[in-house]
């Protein structure tokens, strides 16, 4: 036990260390503009230093808990599933596992929200509370049902060792289609549900349970196979978010 | 006090966001796999540190960076600032918003440094490639895309130049770097668009683009003000591909020699 506490203090500092060299630019940044270009003093000197050290603090114990759990936990899950052999039970939890972290994700929801108001501004929808609560809705499952389709899909490329560069260029493409068809209201919201989707904590799982995957199957390369499962992540929610303006709102040309 | 209550309801909001990953997580471990956890001990020292360490991360963002950078993203955009008049002029000439490129550039390649799953996918690569791949070469080529990106995108909103023909000519750039590419760097180059705009950088920029477009004249918040995300996961793509065939370059060369 204490042989295990002085390995864990011993790298906790080293760790510490690494955190101030990943936060430092932000400081500098900051602390520039603010004094040179804007010239204003710091405001609030107390409440900016308690927050950088909790920020600190914050990202030694994130990494620390990745390399303790997330990575492990996700490469053998991978492992355990290519023993399993059974692909309906890995396509299921790989659509859980993008369904269920994207539905709750409050970056989703708030742009959900700021989405169905600009949506009803423009006079798409019908006035009301209530008419803007189920678009909000309709949008965010769309963007779940996304994820989780890309996961799966993701693991299915994995398994069968679908080049990747031809599916994402054919997403891309449709992505380009679609934009000419979609109400102008849901273009630019379309685009950014792609990046708002990838959660902190859901990244490295889902990564390692890709790199994971890879290298438990024999022929599969984990550099090559491995990776990739964030890209349709961000690439489906843009299909799936216009698809659904098209359907509700009626091509616009 | 405050802090305490801050920290307090922090934590409840995380976990209730990482409840539904431990269930499915665990619920197929026990019940489809039909396996223990392994290292139930360390698994479970290792969640805490995750649900800890956002936890406070987030609460420190929230009390130092978001209110100071939000703050700044306001101010630089301001008219008063830029024109040291009460509005902006009809049709600004872009040439008046420097600073603001400049802090779009910096403070997104400074954010995009501290993004966790940055991190973390750079390390899963270093690891996987046996070391070929430099996990900060990887993370700065990342940031200079969200640098670029971000910029990029303040002056469309500003010259008010429509987003989709900005993206049309990215994606087919993005295309056709991927056949020129080393093979192995291309899965890692398209995920990294989607890697780097979570925690720490769309607050920042949401600040920014809704500055500028509620400001600049003509521009329509709730129209102009998204897509600073778009342009921030599809610059990364290019920059890391650019950065692997520069990698290559040099190796083949030092090989010829």
Not at chain 1, 7 to 26: A, E, N, Q
Not at chain 1, 52 to 76: D, K, Q, S, W, Y
Not at chain 2, 5 to 12: M, P, Y
């Amino acid at each position: 036990m204490i042989a295990f506490i002085q390995v864990i203090s011993k790298t906790f500092t080293k760790r510490i260390l690494d955190s101030g060299k990943d936060l430092l630019p932000i400081i500098v940044v900051i602390a520039l503009f603010q004094t040179l270009v804007l010239g204003q003093p710091i405001p609030d000197l107390a409440g900016i230093l308690t927050g950088t050290f909790l920020v600190l603090m914050g990202l030694t114990f994130f990494i620390a808990g990745l390399e303790l759990a997330l990575f492990p936990i996700g490469e053998g899950m991978a492992h355990s599933f290519a023993r399993k052999g059974s692909l309906f039970w890995l396509l299921t939890f790989s659509f859980c596992l993008g369904f269920s972290t994207t539905v709750a994700e409050p970056a989703l929801i708030a742009v959900a929200k700021e989405a169905a108001s600009i949506a009803s501004d423009a006079g798409l929808l019908k006035p009301g509370a209530e008419e803007q609560s189920s678009y909000a809705l309709g949008l965010r499952l769309s963007v779940a049902v996304a994820v989780g389709l890309s996961i799966l899909i993701g693991i299915l490329r994995i398994l069968r060792g679908w080049p990747i560069s031809r599916l994402i260029i054919g997403g891309y493409v449709t992505v380009l289609i679609m934009t000419l068809f979609a109400p102008r209201e849901i273009v630019g919201i379309a685009f950014d549900s792609g990046g708002v989707t990838t959660s902190t904590v859901t990244v490295p799982l889902v990564t390692a349970l890709g790199v994971g995957l890879a290298s438990a199957i024999r022929g599969r390369d984990p550099m090559i196979d491995g990776f990739g499962l964030i890209a349709f992540a961000s690439l489906l929610p843009m299909i799936f978010v216009m698809g659904y303006g098209i359907l509700l709102f009626g091509p616009s040309l | 006090m405050a802090l305490l209550s801050h920290l307090l309801s922090t934590f409840i909001d995380t976990l209730a966001d990482i409840t539904p990953i431990l269930g499915l997580i665990f619920g197929f471990q026990l019940l489809v796999l039909r396996q223990p956890i392994p290292h139930p001990k360390k698994t479970a020292l290792g969640f805490l540190f995750v649900l800890l360490g956002l936890t406070l991360f987030l609460v420190g963002l929230e009390i130092a960076l978001f209110p100071i950078g939000k703050l700044m993203a306001t101010q630089l955009s301001s008219p008063q600032f830029v024109f040291g008049t009460a509005t902006a002029p009809e049709n600004p000439p872009w040439q008046a918003y420097g600073w603001v490129y400049a802090f779009a550039a910096l403070i997104g390649l400074a954010t995009t440094i501290a993004e966790p799953a940055l991190i973390a996918v750079a390390q899963k690569a270093h690891e996987v490639s046996r070391g070929t791949i430099d996990p900060w070469g990887l993370r700065l080529s990342v940031a200079v895309g969200v640098s670029i990106g971000i910029s990029l995108g303040c002056f469309r909103i500003i010259t008010g130049t429509s987003l989709v023909s900005y993206i049309v000519v990215g994606y087919s750039i993005v295309i056709i770097q991927t056949f020129f590419a080393p093979k192995m760097i291309i899965p890692l180059a398209y995920d990294s668009g989607g890697v780097t705009t979570s925690t720490v950088t769309v607050p920042l920029v949401a600040a920014l683009g809704l500055g500028l477009a509620a400001t600049v004249p003509g521009r329509n918040p709730a129209l102009d003000g998204f897509g600073l995300i778009a342009f921030a996961s599809l610059f990364p793509m290019m920059t890391v591909m650019a950065y692997a065939q520069i990698v290559q370059w040099f190796a083949s060369r030092k090989e010829a020699l």
